[in-house]
């Protein structure tokens, strides 16, 4: 079959499954989302893999409130990952979580080896790090968070999306190696993805990617004001900041890409189009880093989280010795329970992602997806710098690597 990915392509969002009540295709909604939280709500599951406790049901306003209820945050998000429509097969849904139970199977060997892994310290990459300006961060912050909304629908979708990318052919004008910048249509919604691929020097077929999501939501979409300032302003500018230095350092023996990704609040849209491309055109992407929400320091300053589902442990391990050698933070472990940022759009297509975020699951910025997402004195940009500094040690280091994958 030529299509593996229900977020994609998809022919029909008519609801096709005989055994669900009779609602209309808009007030439904087709979700993956914990298997036990579920169960614990009493909504019919279609079809479920016990391995890596991901359900698949559609939820009609009620169900989608009663999970809403019982996830650990009351309302402030979904806690399951949000289809954009609702598959015309099931067949489409048991490939997809066949693809993840794979993808678990692989890091679940992967884990049961017991590994050291270690970064020797660059004095060019310490330095660099010093480099890298929490008020840059602001700024971003500021100005991203000032408009409007960046919801992917709309008339207003792509006004952001056009000057952020007009300020990334600015800012890499003058660049002394090969640096390019596209704006990436999608077929699943009209707004568009911002990448800047600076050129490998010796194995430019090989990838690290950089990846952040642009829009915003308020509710559960419409045209209400969302800031998104740290949902995800912040990530987006912790990126920048870490591109900025990066473009003014020597040209990367890999590629480095940085990507901007439409509709992610919409069910990852942007993400899962271009993974899906890369997975089509055999990419060799050696590492995908994925920042969400990285200016609210719910469980203190300095104290951030790793994402353990829909990630590489490889690439969870290599994160940590980077930060061992480089920033000697505190890293937490937390799971989000289902896909809930583009990291899963990468890993669920073989690709191996990982995702530091602001704080535990339970612990982080309670009020996205509403008005309220916006810069106070609860957030931190000293915090987001740490997310800057671990995005560009790895541009640097693995960038300049042979480090991959361990293959097991
Ligand atoms: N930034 C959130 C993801 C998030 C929320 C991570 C809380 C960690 C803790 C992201 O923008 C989001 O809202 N994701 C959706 C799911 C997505 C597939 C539509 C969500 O969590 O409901
Ligand atoms: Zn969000």
Not at 20 to 45: C, E, G, M, W
Not at 225 to 253: F, H, I, Y
Not at 265 to 283: D, F, P, Q
Not at 358 to 376: C, G, P, R
């Amino acid at each position: 079959m030529k299509q593996s990915f229900i977020f994609i392509g998809l022919l029909a969002s008519q609801q096709v499954f005989s055994h669900i009540p009779d609602f209309s295709a808009h007030q439904t909604q087709a979700v993956y989302a914990d298997l036990n939280l579920l169960k614990q709500a009493r909504i019919p599951v279609l079809y479920a893999d016990n391995q890596t406790n991901i359900g698949y049901s559609v939820l009609t306003p009620t169900m989608l409130q009663k999970l809403s209820e019982l996830s650990h945050q009351h309302g402030r998000c979904g806690n399951f990952e949000a289809l954009s429509q609702i598959p015309n097969d099931i067949n489409i849904v048991k490939k997809d979580l066949d693809a993840v139970n794979k993808q678990h199977k692989k890091d679940l060997s992967y884990m049961s080896v017991a590994r050291n892994l270690t970064v020797a310290q660059n004095p060019k990459i310490a330095e660099a790090l010093q480099e890298l300006k929490a008020d840059n961060i602001k700024q971003t912050v500021t100005w991203l968070s000032s408009y409007h909304s960046r919801y992917n629908k709309g008339a207003n979708a792509n006004v952001h999306v056009n000057d952020f990318y007009e300020k990334m052919k600015l800012m890499t004008a003058n660049s002394s190696f090969p640096v390019t910048v596209d704006l990436i249509s999608h077929r699943s919604t009209p707004q568009k993805s911002v990448r800047v691929s600076i050129k490998g020097s010796t194995k430019p077929d090989e990838y690290v990617i950089f990846g952040a999501h642009y829009d915003s939501i308020s509710g559960w979409g419409g045209t209400g004001r969302a800031p998104g300032a740290d949902d995800n302003a912040s990530g987006s500018a912790s990126l920048l900041e870490a591109m900025r230095v990066a473009l003014t350092k020597e040209q990367p023996q890999r590629t480095l890409e940085f990507m901007w990704y439409a509709g992610e609040e919409s069910g990852l849209l942007g993400s899962a189009e271009i993974a899906e491309a890369y997975k089509v055109e055999k990419r060799n992407v050696i590492a995908v880093l994925q920042l969400d929400m990285t200016m609210f320091p719910g469980d203190g300053e300095f104290k951030i989280t790793s994402i353990t589902d829909f990630t590489s442990p490889w690439l969870r391990d290599y994160m940590k010795a980077l930060n061992t050698t480089y920033l000697n933070i505190e890293i937490l472990d937390d799971k989000c329970g289902y896909g809930c940022s583009d990291h899963a759009s990468w890993n669920r297509r073989g690709f191996p992602a990982v995702f530091p975020t602001e704080a535990k699951f339970n612990s982080m910025f309670q009020y996205i997806h509403t008005d309220k997402d916006v810069i106070s004195s609860v957030m931190s940009f000293e915090h987001s710098l740490v997310f800057s500094k671990i995005a560009l040690a790895m541009a640097l280091d693995l960038g300049n690597s042979t480090q991959r994958e361990a293959l097991h």
